[in-house]
């Protein structure tokens, strides 16, 4: 830590991980609304999807991967998957003095802001959708709202191979978002890091009528005041580093990520 202007700077990186590179989409917002802090970004792309499998096995994954984020000495972990948020964050909580942030609560206070019929849709995988993360967070900020929460087991997929503009991924997101279009809600959150690269097909399919909430955006900004309040944040003026661990593939990691990340990767290392 350095002293400056009588505040004390704390240069500790920022943790992140996710599933696979979907994370990379909460990264992103990170660099941007932070671009003083440094990151370290863990995609566990060898155990990607988490969104089929049981909970206790994505909360299992989560432990491991908070494990190494910490043992590697960083300030603050982002949990940057829904699906490992909505089946561990509280546990995670309870186990780390790090302090720990999710997706999911910063998308369902934006959303519980957004909505004017409070009628909210939640699109996301089969493992967010059975936790009842975020119909638990909505109702907790408004028990009055109509929470709409669909799997799309396909989407996250597809999406993480590249396959963002063809017609199986339209018909997939089609298909998702049909319920929501039945039933009428005026907002949707995107509840995958994953989806926010489909944001103009779904805009498209689902009307100007109805408000997307990025969970991205929000958790960035969330961050952000953690840091503030704590006092842990960086120095500002300087330009801050990133950095990629993954525990598949890392050249497939590095290509398929920087059109998530919208920034160079230039080095993943394997874990």
Known sequence: MSERDGHIADGRPIGVFDSGVGGLTVLHECLVNLPHEDFIYLGDTANFPYGPKRLAEVR?????????????????????????????????????????????????????????????????????????????????????????????????????????????????????????????????????????LITPMLRRLLGPQVTLINSAEETAREVGEILARKGIGNEDGREGRYSFLASGDPEEFRKVGTRFLQLPIREVDHI
């Open 60 to 196: 299992r994954l989560a432990f491991a991967a908070t494990e190494v984020l910490v043992t590697l000495g960083v300030k603050l972990v982002i949990v940057a998957c829904n699906s490992a948020a909505a089946a561990a964050l509280p546990q995670l909580q309870a186990s780390f003095s790090t302090p720990l942030v999710g997706v999911v609560m910063p998308g369902a206070r934006a959303a519980a802001q957004a909505t004017r019929e409070r009628r909210i849709g939640v699109l996301a995988t089969e493992a967010t959708v059975r936790s009842n993360a975020y119909q638990n967070a909505l109702h907790a900020l408004d028990a009055g709202l109509e929470v709409f929460a669909v799997a799309s087991p396909r989407l996250a997929p597809l999406i993480q191979t590249g396959d963002v503009f063809s017609e199986e991924t339209e018909r997939a997101a089609r298909e998702g978002v049909a319920p929501f279009k039945a039933a009428r809600v005026d907002t949707v959150i995107l509840g995958c890091t994953h989806y926010p």
